[in-house]
């Protein structure tokens, strides 16, 4: 018994989200917009039956057991932690500061039986998936090194938003490079102690407007993780075209390498790289790896009498909030380093912020 599904956002990543749900079997009940006038164009373009502008109509609406959060980072947390309360599964997007990630985690740990997880769909991508076994099964020796480069497309629309604000959570670290980080993490198997790394903004002004942009489209960090692997990160978003992802794992037997949605590999003794993984959809790492993700998802669900119950094996490789909260420490670490020049601590919020029950529901 699939639950009923309430979409907060309306843009691209909704639009394929929405359609995928369905395949799968989940009714896909209300949508939420900044304005009722978006809500309702995006609603009748998805024939998605109730449209609103108020987030209380959907955390609130019968048929709504399970939120999807896609909406800019500063509404996230108020959501997140607004729909646990009230007994809703959560599927949400980075927040908008540690903050607000500390309250999410508040709110997860409070009421466990509660799914909530970042929808960070690249941990789900099959060529990442064989990856990591791989990569726990010793392809590649004793891990060294990890590299990642995403390149292409723009960050920024043609009308001014969130994305240009960095106070926002606009920006590509923010908004592609918490993906990035947490996937390293994942597949490593360990947390960053220590990064050194450098933002840069190459367009100043977007669209030919006059307001200033104070988020990056260029980053470059190194992350020195626990057990010594040192990682090394590159996002350029000044490039025309689709974005393309590689991902890099270096050891002393060997190396993987994933390009898209493909994976390679290759040991030391070889003469020639090999083709692991071959996949042939077409479609790009976010897109697949978001399809992956949505088939889970069902396995979680479909075998449970009660439509908020869900099993946890299907999921388990997905970011947990707490996750969530590592990776903001992560991104706030580079930015400090950024501004300092100097190699910087992560240090991750442990106090439980706003943990008191009557806390998280008193908007309710």
Known sequence: MLPGVGVFGTGHTVRVLVPLLREQG?????????????????????????????SDDVLLHPDVHLVCIHTPPPHTRQIAVKALGIGKNVISEMAA???????????????????????????????????????DEGYCGKLQVCEARVYGGSLLSQSYGWAWEELMGGGGLHTIGWCIIDLLSHLIGSRALRVHGMLRTFVGRAGGGIRSVTADDYACFQMLMSGGVVCSVTLNFNLPGSAHHEVMAVGSAGRLVARGTELWGQRHCDQREELLLSDKAGAGPAVRGLVAMVTQLRLAFEAQEDRRSWARPPVAMAASFEDGLYVHAVVEAVKRANRSGEWESVEVMTQEADSNHNQLTAAH
């Open 26 to 54: 989940f009714p896909v009940q209300a949508l939420w917009g900044r304005s009722q006038e978006e809500a309702e164009s995006v609603a009748q373009e998805l024939n998605i039956p109730f449209s609103t502008n108020q």
């Open 97 to 135: 500061s540690c903050a607000d990630a500390m309250q999410m985690v508040a709110a997860a740990r409070y009421y466990p039986q509660l799914l909530s997880i970042m929808g960070n769909a690249l941990r789900f991508l099959p060529a990442f998936v064989l990856m990591k076994k791989l990569l």
